[in-house]
C-alpha cells in the first residue's frame, strides 16, 4: 500500500474513534453513560467507554485498508466481509479484555468496521470525494448477503444466543443487522440531517450531537433495550418519549431541556439504554467529518475545530 492510502486508513480510523469517544462524553444523554453520567449501567463508566475505544483503533485501521486494498482489486466483496468479520471477533476479544468482560462496543465495532472499509473503498476514487449516501451504500453492499444469511439461519435456530436475534424470531425486528442491509436509513433520513442542520445553526459540538441522537432514539429499533427486560414496548416507549422532547424543541428550547431532563431520571429507572442509537450517533458523526467540505480541497487529516459556543460568545439557540 502507498503511503497516502496507509496516511488515509490512519485518518479514517483516527475520525472513527474521535467519533465514538465524542458520542459517550456528550451529555444529557437519557439512559446511558457520558462524562456526567453512568445512566443505567452499573457495570461501565467513561473510564470503561475510554479503554475500550482507543484499543479498537487499530481495528478500524486494519478496516479501513482492507477497503483500500479491496478498491485496487485485490480482494472480492465476498472475501471483505469475511476478513471484516475476523477482525471483527479480534477486536471483540480485545474490547472484553480492555472492559474486564464488559459489553461496551460490541455493536460500535460491527457498523465502524464496515464504515471505516466502505470509506477506504470510496477514499481511492480519482476525485478522492464522496458522500455519506455513496459510503452507506457500499457499506450495506459489502454486507447484505452475509446479514440476510445470518438472519435466516437465526429464524432455523430453536433458540437465539442474542437478544437480537430472538427479537428477529420473536417479532421480526432486524435491529443492527437490519439498519446495515438497508444501506443505514436512520443515519441519512434523520441522524446526519439533525446533525448538520443543528451545527449549521450555530449549535455547539455536544449540543448537535444530542439533539442527533434524539432525533435517531426516535426511529431506531434498537435491540438493547430488550437486554434487561424482553418486552418491545421499551421500543416504543423510547421512540415516543424522543419524539415527544423533540416536539418541545430538543436542547433548544427551556421546556426541551426539561423534559430531557426528567428523561433521564425516568431511563434510569426503566433501565433503558439506548445502546443502539449512541451508536449509530458516533457513526453518523464520522461520516460528517468524513465527508463535510464536499467539492473543497479535501484535507483528510484535519478533523475541525468546533468552537464551544461559550468561547465564540454565540448565544445558546433560543
Ligand atoms: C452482528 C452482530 C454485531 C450482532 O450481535 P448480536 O446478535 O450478538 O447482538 P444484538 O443484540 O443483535 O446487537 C448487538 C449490539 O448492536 C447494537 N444495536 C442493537 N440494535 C441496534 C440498531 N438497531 N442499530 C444499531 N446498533 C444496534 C447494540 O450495541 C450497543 O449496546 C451495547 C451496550 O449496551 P448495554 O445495554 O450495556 O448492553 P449489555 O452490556 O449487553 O447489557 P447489560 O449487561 O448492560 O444489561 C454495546 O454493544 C453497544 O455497541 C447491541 O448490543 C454480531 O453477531 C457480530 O457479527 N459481531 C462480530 C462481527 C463483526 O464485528 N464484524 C465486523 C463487520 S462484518
Ligand atoms: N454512551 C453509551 N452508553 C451505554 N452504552 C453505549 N453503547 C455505545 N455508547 C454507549
New binding site residues.
Given amino acids: 500500500m502507498t503511503a497516502s492510502g496507509q496516511d488515509t486508513a490512519a485518518w479514517i480510523a483516527e475520525t472513527m474513534v474521535y467519533s465514538v469517544l465524542a458520542e459517550v462524553v456528550s451529555w444529557p444523554s437519557p439512559g446511558l453513560v457520558s462524562a456526567v453520567s453512568n445512566g443505567c449501567?452499573a457495570?461501565?463508566d467513561i473510564y470503561t467507554f475510554l479503554r475500550s475505544a482507543l484499543r479498537i483503533q487499530p481495528y478500524y485501521q486494519e478496516a479501513a485498508r482492507l477497503g483500500i486494498e479491496q478498491s485496487g482489486g485485490r480482494t472480492g466483496r465476498e472475501d471483505l466481509?469475511r476478513m471484516?468479520?475476523k477482525?471483527?471477533?479480534r477486536?471483540?476479544a480485545d474490547m472484553l479484555g480492555a472492559t474486564g468482560g464488559?459489553?461496551?462496543?460490541?455493536?460500535?465495532?460491527?457498523?465502524g468496521?464496515?464504515l471505516c472499509a466502505a470509506a477506504g473503498m470510496t477514499s481511492q476514487r480519482p476525485t478522492g470525494s464522496a458522500e455519506p449516501q455513496e459510503i452507506c451504500r457500499l457499506a450495506g453492499r459489502l454486507?447484505e448477503y452475509p446479514l440476510r444469511a445470518?438472519l435466516a439461519d437465526i429464524l432455523e435456530e430453536t433458540h437465539s444466543?442474542?437478544?437480537?436475534?430472538r427479537a428477529y424470531r420473536e417479532w421480526g425486528i432486524r435491529?443492527?443487522?437490519?439498519?446495515v442491509i438497508d444501506g443505514f436509513p436512520s443515519i441519512l433520513q434523520q441522524g446526519l440531517p439533525a446533525l448538520r442542520e443543528a451545527l449549521q445553526q450555530g449549535a455547539d459540538l455536544r449540543t448537535a450531537l444530542i439533539h442527533c441522537l434524539l432525533s435517531l432514539m426516535a426511529v431506531?429499533?434498537?435491540?438493547?433495550l430488550l437486554?434487561?427486560n424482553f418486552d418491545r414496548t421499551r421500543i416504543d416507549y423510547t421512540q415516543a418519549s424522543a419524539l415527544a422532547a423533540l416536539d418541545r424543541g430538543s436542547l433548544f428550547t427551556s421546556e426541551g431541556r426539561a423534559y430531557i431532563r426528567n428523561m433521564e431520571e425516568d431511563f434510569r429507572l426503566r433501565s433503558l439504554?439506548p445502546?443502539?442509537s449512541?451508536?449509530?450517533l458516533a457513526m453518523t458523526l464520522a461520516l460528517h467529518l468524513w465527508t463535510e467540505n464536499q467539492g473543497e480541497e479535501r484535507v483528510w487529516r484535519t478533523i475541525p475545530l468546533y468552537q464551544p459556543s461559550f468561547a465564540t460568545g454565540s448565544a445558546s439557540m433560543s
Fill in positions: 449501567h457495570d461501565m466481509f471484516l468479520q477482525t471483527g471477533r477486536a471483540e464488559v459489553n461496551t462496543h460490541k455493536g460500535t465495532i460491527f457498523l468496521l464496515i454486507a445470518q444466543a442474542s437478544t437480537g436475534g435491529g443492527i443487522r437490519g439498519e431506531v429499533q434498537d435491540t438493547t437486554n434487561r439504554s445502546g443502539g449512541a451508536d449509530l
